[in-house]
């Protein structure tokens, strides 16, 4: 199983940014799609971006769109999440994802439509004056 390791987090001020690293153990060409989701205490998992590996498709949830960004690292084995103006009630926990399933040789696959079964142990953002 890839291992995912989450790095970038800390603490900024509201408005200041961020960008996180996911580093794999293995390369990401073949799988299907990257994403990354963050958690709140108490609140359940939530899906911010994601990216196909078969169209460059992106996603973007309506909270982050216009602030975040997600792309591929410049090493084969990671991706980043861009994150600017960073608001105090941004959920705290952000985790890397992979859809292990090789990618399709042609068409196109959705990065929403991917079933995410490769996790990180999450890095820690924290918004506060």
């Known amino acids: 199983q890839v291992q995912l390791v989450e790095s970038g987090g800390g603490l900024v001020q509201p408005g200041g940014s961020l960008t996180l690293s996911c580093t794999a153990s293995t390369l990401l060409y073949d799988y299907r799609a990257i994403a990354w989701f963050r958690q709140a205490a108490g609140k359940e998992r939530e899906a911010i971006s994601c990216?196909?590996?078969?169209?460059?498709?992106?996603y973007y949830t309506g909270s982050v769109a216009g602030r975040f960004t997600i792309s591929r690292g410049q090493a084969a084995n990671t991706i980043e999440l861009q994150m600017d103006s960073l608001k105090d009630e941004d959920p705290d926990v952000y985790h890397c994802a992979i859809d292990t399933r090789r990618r399709p040789s042609i068409g196109t696959f959705p990065c929403r439509d991917a079933k995410y079964d490769a996790w990180g142990q999450g890095t820690q953002v924290t918004v506060a004056s």
């Open positions: 990216i196909s590996n078969t169209d460059d498709g992106t």
